[in-house]
């Protein structure tokens, strides 16, 4: 019996000594089992802890922060600036929100966030790559970009701002007339005896748009070329300078009459830019002529660089145009060419109709023997007449007006004004 006992004394003693050995040996794998089980038992009583308690709100997270600094107690590292995070994501997101609402755009809060530039958390599903069009009401637009910030970001498109006209940036828009002329360049000359009736910064060169043409017309028409020739529209003649849109497809063959009639009266710019192109020598000697005419004629204000005007560096001064005004006018061809209310084309089975860009052509109150119009956004919208009025043969010059209607109504001013003058004595002088 003894002898039992003694053995099993001596096996207990050796199974207490093995695990006070595996023990020293092996800490780790001891403390580990340790933590576990208190990982088990803190999972098991935190939510009989949290039962029934409402989570504390991000203000009195912030009250607890600083009740906490005053009594000398650290903070948890990276609580605060988490709940900064948060707080200023939480806002740029619901601003973007109201913002794109009001714009009558459907963006979800995701995808305001990123284009508010709010940092993408870790394993978010990242927006869909899509076309946000910016809704500018009040910003004048003159042209709608794409914009890609990164390669990551959505393509945005933006409506960018209209760009100001030359007369603008010279300042001369804001310069007063005696009758309150919408154009920053106006100037009207007696056609019989050049002499001035009215002017208003007749010196200031600036772009003239379309009012090029009245140079193209005149150079074809005095170089007595065929106007029964057939020339084609090429893709040399597509805008590249505007992006401006034509009716004459790339293919479509007219005669050279025909098309000095819509490049004079609608103002086609494939027309006219054909007509240089086919002209014997080609365009830049073209151009040339188009230089050299308007030196011969004491244009010195007045440069050409193409045939259409599309390009703001066509430039020239009301001095100068009143000049080319009163030479076209001895051209009959450009007379009528210029003044035609309408003129249609037969394509195949296709009627085209072409209208004058120059609504005065038919008001039957006017008396117009030439006329051109012209605009592009740098040169403001533009306008050359010679007119018949209280009997006297009238020049009329408007540059860098706003508004389409605003050069029409200078003109009718004008007309007023000088019928007003043969009726009455001079009630202002001539300005400038």
Not at 139 to 149: G, I, L
Not at 185 to 201: C, G, I, P, R
Not at 287 to 304: F, Q
Request: charged share 20%; net charge positive.
């Amino acid at each position: 019996m003894k002898i039992c006992v003694n053995r099993l004394l001596k096996a207990i003693h050796g199974t207490v000594a093995f695990a006070l050995a595996a023990g020293l040996a092996f800490p780790g794998v001891v403390s580990a089992a340790a933590d576990q089980k208190q990982t088990q038992k803190a999972k098991i009583a935190a939510p009989n802890q949290t039962a029934g308690k409402k989570k504390p709100s991000q203000k009195n997270a912030a009250a607890h922060e600083k009740s906490a600094s005053k009594k000398g107690i650290a903070p948890k590292a990276g609580v605060q600036p988490q709940l900064a995070k948060a707080q200023r994501g939480s806002k740029a997101t619901l601003k973007v929100a109201k913002a794109t609402k009001r714009n009558g755009h459907s963006v979800t809060a995701k995808q305001g966030a990123s284009k508010a530039g709010l940092s993408k958390q870790a394993g978010a599903k990242q927006p869909r790559k899509n076309l946000v069009l910016a809704n500018h009401r009040n910003m004048p637009v003159s042209s709608k970009v794409a914009v890609r910030h990164s390669s990551d970001a959505p393509l945005v498109r933006v409506a960018s701002v209209a760009s100001l006209s030359a007369g603008e940036r010279l300042g001369l828009r804001a310069s007063q007339d005696a009758l309150d002329l919408s154009s920053s360049v106006a100037l009207v000359v007696d056609q019989d005896t050049n002499e001035v009736l009215f002017s208003k910064n007749d010196s200031a060169v600036l772009p003239i748009a379309s009012l090029t043409k009245l140079m193209t017309g005149l150079v074809i028409a005095d170089a007595n070329l065929s106007m029964d020739e057939a020339i084609t529209i090429t893709q040399d003649d597509v805008d590249i300078y505007k992006g401006s849109r034509s009716r004459l497809a790339v293919g479509t063959t007219l005669s050279r009459g025909e098309l000095m009639h819509l490049a004079l009266m609608s103002s086609e710019n494939r027309a006219a830019h054909a007509l240089g192109r086919t002209y014997p020598g080609g365009l830049r000697h073209f151009v040339s002529l188009m230089n050299s005419k308007a030196r011969e004629l004491g244009m010195y204000d007045t440069r050409y660089v193409e045939p259409t005007g599309l390009l703001s560096q066509n430039q020239s001064s009301a001095r100068d145009l009143a000049t080319l005004v009163s030479v076209a006018y001895e051209r009959p061809i450009l007379r009528d060419l210029s003044t035609s209310p309408s003129h249609q084309l037969e394509l195949g089975h296709r009627t085209l109709q072409f209208n004058n860009s120059n609504r005065l052509i038919r008001d039957p109150e006017w008396d117009i023997g030439l006329q051109k119009t012209g605009y592009i956004s740098e040169a403001g919208r533009c306008l050359v007449m010679q007119a018949k009025v209280a009997g006297r043969k009238v020049i009329m010059v408007f540059l860098d007006s706003a508004g389409k209607l605003s050069r029409v109504q200078d003109a009718e001013r004008v007309r007023r004004w000088v019928e007003a003058q043969s009726r009455e004595p001079v009630l202002i002088r001539p300005q400038g």
